[in-house]
């Protein structure tokens, strides 16, 4: 009889009312709309065809220019070691480095940077 009573008791108190619980989702490119910006941090990079140092160029892009964030790929190796952003600019697009930029979740927020130099 008690083993019953235990039972029944667990099994409709589980039935009521329940505060509702947060939610805290990793930020994705389908739920944010988007990787981000990139704001160029060095004097003069290289822009490139493939997420690679010894890929060929497609452009160049100076302090203070900002892209979209398209893709970003991690190589490992010696040398491209790291994280690789595709970005678009006004010119086209490519590949930098981590090295050569700082992200930024929205277009003003990167345009403000840019702006401010840094």
């Given at each position: 009889m008690m083993?019953?009573?235990t039972v029944f008791v667990f099994a409709f108190s589980s039935c009521g009312p329940r505060e509702p619980r947060g939610i805290s989702l990793e930020q994705t490119p389908l739920i944010s709309g988007g990787l981000g910006w990139g704001v160029v941090s060095l004097s003069y990079v290289r822009i490139l065809m493939e997420p690679s140092i010894d890929s060929a160029d497609v452009g160049t892009?100076?302090?203070g220019e900002l892209g979209r964030i398209l893709s970003r790929?991690?190589?490992f190796g010696s040398r491209d070691s790291g994280l690789w952003y595709r970005l678009e600019f006004a010119s086209g697009s490519g590949w930098?480095?981590?090295t050569a930029l700082s992200m930024y979740r929205s277009e003003a927020e990167a345009r403000k940077m840019a702006e401010a130099g840094r």
């Open positions: 083993v019953l009573s892009a100076r302090r790929s991690r190589r930098l480095h981590e």
